[in-house]
């Protein structure tokens, strides 16, 4: 089924092949009468469209096609390639759970048909299929500078246009948590007992080049904790004037992979990701479990996935990256990949003793007894972390302790 304005669309494109005496509606008739369709209209001009210069290029075309002579009966078909762009808009919209066609599911599989005069007229304009995926399903569009004749030049992902009703889609906020916002705002955990480990940090960050820190530690010993405590360093203005005003973005890699079905979907969010960062002053991009992103967002006998979008990002300096993995993850994927391994600086996060454990309870204590309404006394947090590390075997001190209490 298709929307209401989009059936206005299709029956002015068969008024203007019948008042030009066309003998078959083209995918040129269809785009040229989405020109007057508001959503169209949108969705074009958020991907960079220059709709006057569309118009006139569109209506010398359709002028230049053979007309019927006058007075001569003739019924209306529309042609092959017509009739595959609503078979492929009607596949998109079962295959996604939408119940109608829209004009954006029209635009996207237009695209389709490359041989199309419409589609060139669209590709001069800079106007991609991935552009008009990115408007309808994110609501994402380029930003288009005017050229000097006030045509559309150059662009860049992910900057949104404002449109009715939509708000401003932002790729860090939408795929990321900027630790050192949720630093200010109290919701992070103090972290106790690594000021070793964040001072070497700090040295890595500081670095001119293979400034990218790798924290390497078995599973529970406070990988992502390291993270959130240099956060909230940086939030205390604790740290260098080199990374003062520092923001860290913690990337959500599921979001980020979540709801792409086209190919380049995936590596256009990243690059978005990648490039808002870069263009912060003191961006930092904190991927969790880092070994995930070899092969992250890879298509089937393809070769590009993450670590390969990131590589020229790191070798350039353009970005600043801190990771966390296992020990077994860091030998068994992410050393093997030996360009994207050279860019980090390995920091071991090792288990905390016993000792250290009781400190790092105290410290979270408080948080713990107003969550659950309790208090804890000293003899029973050194009674969690002696007891947990004596007994459960298959698991690290602080997490095993912190779960006990």
Known sequence: MIVPTLQ????????????RRHELITPEHVLYAMLENAKAVEIL???????????????????????VPEGREFDIEQTVA???????????????????????DILAALFREPESYAVYLLKLQGITRLDILDYISHGVAKNVEPGPAGGPEGGTLFEQRPGPGRQQADPLKAFCRNLVELAAEGRLDPVVGREAELERTIHVLCRRRKNNPVFVGEVGVGKTAMAEGLAQMIHRREVPEELDGAEIFALDLGGLIAGTKYRGEFEARLKAVIRAVSERPKGILFIDEIHTIIGAGAVSGGTLDASNILKPALADGSLRCIGSTSFDEFKRVFEKDRALARRFQKIEIREPDVELTVRILQGLKK??????????????LRAA?????????????????IDVI
């Open 45 to 67: 001009k958020a991907c960079g469209a220059d709709l006057d210069v569309l118009g006139k290029q569109l209506d010398a075309y359709l002028d230049s096609l053979d007309q």
């Open 367 to 380: 948080y713990y007894e107003r969550h659950h309404g309790v208090s804890y006394s000293s003899s029973a």
């Open 82 to 104: 017509l009739t595959r762009i609503l078979q492929r808009a009607a596949v998109h919209v079962q295959s996604s759970g939408k119940g109608r066609i829209e004009e954006g």
């Open 385 to 401: 972390a002696e007891l947990s590390h004596k007994h459960i075997n298959d698991r690290f001190l602080p997490d095993k302790a």
């Open 8 to 19: 206005e669309s299709f029956a002015k494109a068969l008024t203007e092949a019948r008042r």
